[in-house]
């Protein structure tokens, strides 16, 4: 019978102990000091040709224009599509003059009347052209030669004191207007100077026919006309404007030596490489045109491909063609010896196109250039979700800014990316070092690979002249096998970058550096319990009590199919399990798990125990299944082990993540159970299966 001075004060201590079975991740993100410079590459095509006014041609630069046989030696720049491989025009040009009207004599005489002798009448003209002579003209509009240099590829810098040609008068920094070319046609010579007149004149002369209409008379002794006499008379055309088509430019010079900036147009002698567009192919405004110097506003356009004068009257003077065997009887009136004439004459249309070579005209593009920086990590798991894949594609503009809308990107790498890869997120932020924190600004999210290994990604970022940095994020499909390998590019960002305004730069492929390992995920699980002690009190009677509270062990298994185990186990007395004391030494047996893995309390007889079940209570994935000795209810309990054996509580055999398992540890004593302070430590593992 209980003593009711005699009291039992049993508590458990709780030690948890957990496993977490890991493989060390690689590092997930890179912090160089500096990021790699930006270059620009230019595709292979047409030299960069440029103006120079100096008297030493700059290094790695050649004058074309400076000895006989250079292409532009005394030669015109004229806009075309494709590059001139001779020249067209020329340095002269005249014209025909044709018959247009001529007057009547000025002067006439009296002749005899009708007979055998033949003179030239009163009201005859000349309407025919025997001969004529019109001088040649100068096609040279007033003009300005320069030096024209070419550059065998595409500079990394242009020399101070260089002339371009611009469409602005908004100069870019270090760049000047060139006031000494206003008004003046360029032209290519090995010497800067001015010549030249947009205006000319043409010294004409002409020898006409014979008279139109004849009279006969009586022969006599007196000087008359001869009925095929001819005049000879010159005279000087209207002075005409003989400007070719042209279009008024901006030249500017660089004061520093200087990269190309954008908007520069500049000469090539064949297509424009890459990052220039044309300016000078059909419908476009350097097309079929002359440059002429205005610093004070651009695409003043006139001139043109031919011309003519104005109609020239000649003054024929009196011929000295004439007869002597004229009569003086006044019965019929001719032309006087002394006659004279007004001859007028047109001009034939021709061309005053000076010597030029059609030459391509380019616009430096307003250029967005892609690069990387940093490298991609070393591995990434079977299968996992939001990996940062490492380093950074880097994109900035050489100039003002423009909107990228979308960006394509390529794995490279042996993984299947159409299969095994996705979700893939880009992330962008304006720093000048890349290095990704998990806060950056969405860009936009492709769900998959296509069968070419490409992702698309659309959305809107704004790129200016400071460095934006763009991170790849994705996720690892199970169907992965260790060891492939993920390589990410974007294979050519002028294609594959799209941008607002511009072009975007290079035409090859740009790689984050590194290759990125696939490896299986390595299985993790971890348990902990809420409670580091219950108590069952002080008891008073002989019944079955339940400790309070209750003990709570969650358990988080991933990265295994053969799934996980939590173990349990007690101190006991170190030999057999149960609530024991030790002074004195007595034990409250627990069942014992070989002979008697379960038992039933009952008021009066000692014994001790467990039961548990597993909650729904937070976490994900599928409860854990309790081992049938613990899953029981009332006063049923399950035995405990001691020692190095470990017993299982419950499992679960799929990825589960901070799922609950609720313990009630439950105990009995009898009359005779000595009072004193009963304890047990209970250990909780988990391990991988």
Known sequence: MLKLNKFLRISIVFLVIFAWIFSGWPQIWQKPAIPPEIENTQAAAGDLILLWDGDTIPSGWTCISCASGDPYYQVYPRGAATYGTATSGAATHSHTVSYVSCTGPSATAQYDAPGTASY??????????????????????????????????????????????????????????????????????GVVATSGSNTHTHSVSVTTGGPD???????GAKAGESPTHTH?????????????????????????????PPGLIALFDAAPPTDWTLVSGTGQPFNGVFLKGNSTAYGGTGGAETHTHANLDINLPATADTIATADTAPAEVG???????????????????????????????????????GSQVANMNIPSTDNYVGGAFTFIRDAGTADVTQIIITDTGTVNANLNLSNVDLYYETAATCSYEGNETLFGTATSFNASEKATVTGTMSVGTSQVCVYVVLDVGSGASAGQTIEIEISNPSTEVTVSAGTVSPATAVAIAGTTTLQVAAATVSCSTNISSTSFGTWTDTSVKTSSPNASTTMSCSGTTSGC???????????????????????????????????????????????????????????????????????????LVVGSETQALASANSTTTGREVLITHIAAISDATPGALYEDTITYSCLVQ
């Not at 209409?213 to 022969?219: K, P, R």
């Not at 042209?246 to 520093?256: I, K, T």
């Not at 008697?596 to 009952?602: C, D, F, K, P, V």
């Open 213 to 219: 209409t004849t009279e006969t008379a009586l022969a």
């Open 565 to 639: 185990v939590l173990y349990v186990k007690d101190a006991g007395n170190t030999a057999s399990s149960g609530l024991a004391t030790t002074s004195p030494a007595y034990l409250i047996p627990s069942p014992n798990a070989a002979a008697n893995a379960s038992t039933t309390l009952a008021a009066g007889t000692e014994g001790y125990g467990i039961q548990a079940t597993s909650t729904a209570a937070g976490g994900s994935g599928n409860l854990f299944p309790v081992e049938l000795r613990y899953a029981v209810t009332d006063n049923d309990v399950g035995g």
């Open 120 to 189: 030239s009448s009163a009201t005859h003209i000349h309407n025919t052209i025997s001969s004529q002579t019109v001088d040649s003209a100068s096609n040279d509009p007033l003009y300005r030669s320069l030096k024209i240099i070419r550059y065998t590829g595409m500079p990394a810098t242009l020399p101070a004191g260089v002339i371009g040609i611009f469409d602005t008068t908004s100069l870019p920094e270090n760049w000047s207007a060139y006031s000494l070319q206003d008004t003046y046609f360029l032209k290519g010579d």
């Open 335 to 373: 032309a006087d010896i002394a006659h004279t004439h007004t001859f007028t004459v047109s001009f034939s249309t021709e061309s005053h196109l000076p010597v030029y070579r059609n030459t391509v005209f380019a616009k430096r593009d307003l250029i967005l250039t892609v690069a990387t920086t």
């Open 232 to 260: 000879t008379g010159s005279g000087t055309s209207a002075s005409t404007d003989h400007q070719p088509p042209y279009l008024e430019v901006v030249f500017a010079q660089a004061s520093v030596d200087t990269p190309i």
